[in-house]
């Protein structure tokens, strides 16, 4: 009988034996800073996970192994966004990932890089919502709107379907390496936030999005790594909404329009 | 606590990542990139030989390049350009708002052709110093 103690010990990461033994050993990022003076990984192993989400099995480590383990979560239907965190190096929602998907004996939880650290798997997110906010993410419309609607024909709204989808999670933000690297970048959830209103024609202050991304700490600190993309739970392309932000101020600028 | 971004932590991160073609490709960017550079100033140090020593030095280093492991050397420098130019225009295209939604494909097109490009390079340098 092969048991967790061993599966530790050899630090196997074997997709085989997965279906030798139901047992997954998660690797969980551990800090209080009000009792810890660095963060420690401690292991919880858990059986037969079959079904299991990763949020699953973290409820299930708070109520029946230890109760002081910390994440955030509410909806638990991928719709609110608070579950995002890193699991084995990858940005995901917790609450919308199967963990026998993974195909790994042992799972590495940690918070989402790039945030400052509050406790265990939870980050500030206090600097995403500021970058957030910086972008003007609602609809300015100046004009005497006609008596019924604004009309829009359906292939404009298309051209935005993809971005409208965003549910702040912060998954593509906290996945960028350029992210890490510049804590000032404006980042692709904010940047896709930009591309979601330049896109909609009804949106009167196009010229001022653009200018307010093109800079250094905007779409030009972009380098196209597709992390973001590959990150986001809506699979929203966010690097192609930067690549369509840069394309829309080289053809105003083209033009002469900014 | 540590920082949550600055050169440190990006190195610190990069080495643990999840290794999507579009990480994978940006570590190689990066990599090869810098090994350009490094080699572009060792090419300048060692060209300038002729500046400090008018004599027979210069060919001497000249024939010492011509030996079997400058030659992989080169190989090596070679495939590393190539790997950066290829993935470069990729990136370009990008920028020109083609295929960002099929950038993994993209990335192992480019691959190929860089491939293809070294083992001819590699044919070749050993036809011309005779490996073969
Ligand atoms: C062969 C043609 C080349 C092409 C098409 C090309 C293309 C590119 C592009 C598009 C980038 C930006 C990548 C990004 O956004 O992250 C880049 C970065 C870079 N290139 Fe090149 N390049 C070429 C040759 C060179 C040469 C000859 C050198 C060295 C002497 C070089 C050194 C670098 C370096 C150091 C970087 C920065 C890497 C980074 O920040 O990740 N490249 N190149
Ligand atoms: S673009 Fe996708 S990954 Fe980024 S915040 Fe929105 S839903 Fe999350
Ligand atoms: S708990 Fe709401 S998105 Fe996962």
Partial sequence: MITALTLQELDVENVVLRGVIDLV????????????????FQTYDLPDTAGMTILDALIHIKENMDSTLSFRR?????????????????????CNTQVNDLKKV??????????????????DWEPFFDQYRSVKPYMVARSTPPEKERIQDQKTRKAYDEAAQCIMCSACTSSCPVVWTDGNYLGPAALTKAWRFVAD?????TRERLAMVNNEEGVWRCHTIFRCTDSCPKKIDTAGSIESLRKKIIWHQLTGRI | MAGH????????RVLRVSLETGTMAHLLHRVTGLLIVVYLFLHIGAMSYTYFDAGSGFDDLMATFASTPFLIVDLVLFAGVMIHGLNGLRI???????????QKELFWVMMAIAATSVLIATWLVGAAHGWW
């Avoid at chain 1, 042992?106 to 980050?123: A, C, H, K, Q, Y």
């Avoid at chain 1, 024609?201 to 202050?205: F, K, L, N, V």
Wanted: net charge positive; charged share 25%; proline share 6%.
């Fill in chain 1, 106 to 123: 042992r799972i590495t939880l940690e918070p989402l890089p790039g945030f400052p650290m509050m406790r265990d798997l939870v980050v």
């Fill in chain 1, 74 to 94: 509410s909806c638990r239907s991928a719709i609110c966004g608070s579950c995002a965190i890193c699991a084995n190096g990858k940005n995901l929602l917790a």
């Fill in chain 1, 25 to 40: 050993v998660f690797r969980i990022f551990r800090f209080d800073p009000a009792r810890n003076d660095a963060p420690t």
């Fill in chain 1, 201 to 205: 024609d009804r949106d009167e202050i």
């Fill in chain 2, 5 to 12: 971004s600055g050169l440190g932590y990006y190195l610190r």
């Fill in chain 2, 92 to 102: 370009m295209l990008f920028d020109m708002g083609y295929f960002s939604r099929r």
